[in-house]
C-alpha cells in the first residue's frame, strides 16, 4: 500500500496481515475518491471512520488536511495505524481513537468545528445485517457538519436512499463492485453567516445623484 498523491506521494504504508478481517480500500478506488475530493482537503480536519489501516485519513493528510482523527475499535488496526502515523511523521498532526465509530459519531459529531471531510468506509458485513445503523450515523453527520464539510461514504452494495438521507444531493459513483457517494454541505455566503439581509441602495432625495460610496474599512 502507497500514498498515492501530496506531501507524503510514493510513500509506503503497512496493510493488514494476510489473516487479519480487515479490508482495506484498494488504491485505485482511493485514487479514483481522492480525484473527485482531493482538492477540498486543504484546510479541512479528516475524519477516518472504520479507520482500519489508517490510509484514508493518511491520504487526506498527504494532500493538506490540517489534521486528521482515526476511529477505530480493533486493538490491531489501532496499533497499525499508530505505526502508519509515525512511519508518515503525522503524529503532531492525527488524533488516534480506539472506539467504535458509531458510538464516537453519536457522542462527539456535533463537537466537530469548522469544515470537515468524514470518510466512512464500514465493513461489508455491516449492508448484509440491516442499514439502520448506516443509515442513523449520515442522518446525524448530514444535521450537524458544519459549514463547508463533506461526507464520503464507501460501500460493496448500490447505495440508494435506504441508505442516503435526500438521496438527490449526494454525487454516487461505481468502481467495479464499489460504490462511492460523496455529499458536500455548501458555504454559507456572507450576508447568511452574518445573519443580515440583504439591503437596497438608498436613492438619492430631491433628484440628486448619490454621493460616493465610502467602504467599511
Known sequence: MRIIAG?????????????????P????????L???????MPGRTAVDLFAGTGAI?????SRGA????????????VALIHANVAKLRYQDRAQIRLADAYRWVRTHAAELVGPTAVFLDPPYR???????????????????????????????????????????AWDVRRYGDTQVAVWLRDEPDANEAAGDEPRSEPEAEGGEEPGEEVGDG
Open 34 to 40: 481522492f480525484n473527485i475530493v482531493g482538492a477540498m
Open 126 to 168: 455491516e449492508y448484509e445485517i440491516g442499514v439502520k445503523r448506516i443509515r442513523a450515523v449520515l442522518d446525524q453527520l448530514v444535521e450537524q457538519l458544519p459549514a463547508g464539510s463533506l461526507i464520503v461514504l464507501e460501500a460493496g452494495r448500490i447505495l440508494d436512499d435506504q441508505i442516503l438521507p435526500d438521496f438527490d
Open 25 to 32: 480500500t484498494s488504491d485505485l478506488v482511493r485514487e479514483s
Open 57 to 61: 485519513g493518511l491520504e487526506a493528510l
Open 66 to 77: 490540517e489534521s486528521a482523527i482515526f476511529v477505530e475499535k480493533d486493538r490491531e488496526a
Open 7 to 23: 506531501q507524503r506521494r510514493g510513500h509506503k504504508i503497512e496493510g493488514p496481515r494476510a489473516t487479519a478481517a480487515m479490508r
